[in-house]
């Protein structure tokens, strides 16, 4: 096992080098970068997500230098559209202060080279360096990801065990209808309709509708420092489980009903088996193999993307956020950060389940399989 261990964390190199290669070629094409985005926000014509002039640190003296400028028009100011009127000398330091006066190959490898030690630079728009931002975002997106996979799970399994085991009974009738319904239904709706149910809308003021904790959190003990971290996760994890919660139901029951009907467990039936050590004994081992394969793409999904929506409706401030507005302000630091970030968590994640394979079924064996 040592050996394949070793094998896929070399494989997480090429792996990660050809992630960032592409999204940085695909930088290099999309319109818009930060030059032009200040050069937009100069001339009053940015209606990007945040049209704010950068305030602190070498951007807030932008709108001065470019007051300077004459109509000398060059290659360095027709190359960006509406710099003209600009001076040259004012985009050409902003070329510097973005890093875009050095050739593309070799802002590539002094980003990897970067990012080798988790140096992520600075936000180009935000007077604070990028691993604070993500420190910052970091306990909303690891709150919202962890419970609603943790939930999922601990809900779905047992659930789609006893579809299973009573297929076409009308429990399984019953459930399979109201799990048809919420899947169909999207979460950003069901946050919306938890709102107006739940959180003064229009009927009852029972949960809150912004943070993670309230404005008295540290001076609250520390069981109530506890509840009060749940209250404030309730909705938004309900309206983040309930499409992950019916997909995952479905293929645990599915993946029963498939392994019900082998042979071997007619075989352990006729020998007298007990209906739940068949179940569990025999079963649980090989149906779980498909549940535990779809959980880095349910964990990863649920860190970052299945978060978006979530995080702006309920005004929490988390990853998912910070990479949205970072791709609308081109905010290229953030962005490869968050991108790498994610990318190492859902290959590590990804390890881990292959994993967990040998423990649930030890007849498995990476040794002799090829990554």
Known sequence: MSAYIIRRLLFMIPTLLGIMLVSFVVVQFAPGGPVERVIAQLSGSDTGASSRIPGSGQGGDFGGRGAQGGSSIDSTTSKYRG?????????????????FDKPA?????????NFLVF????SYFRDVSVMQLIREKLPVSMSLGIWMTLLTYLISIPLGIRKAVSDGSR???????????GYAIPGFLIAIFLIILFAGGSYWDVF?????TSDNWANMSWWQKILDYFWHLTLPIIAMMLSAFATMTLLTKNSFLDEIKKQYVLTARAKGCAPNQVLYGHVFRNAMLIVIAGFPSA???????GALLIETIFSLDGLGLLGFESVLNRDYPVV?????????????????SDLTYTWIDPRIDFETREV
């Open 336 to 352: 490869f950060a968050t991108l790498y970030i994610f990318a190492l968590v859902g290959l590590v994640v990804n390890l881990i």
């Open 83 to 99: 710099a003209q009127g600009l001076d040259p000398e004012f985009i050409k330091k902003l070329e510097k202060q973005f890093g």
């Open 105 to 113: 190959h070799e802002r590539f490898f002094l980003m990897l080279k």
């Open 299 to 305: 964990f990863v999904h649920a860190f970052f993307s």
């Open 119 to 122: 140096d992520f630079g600075k």
């Open 171 to 181: 429990f399984d009738t019953w459930t399979s209808g109201i799990i048809i319904i």
């Open 208 to 212: 809150p509708l912004r943070g993670l």
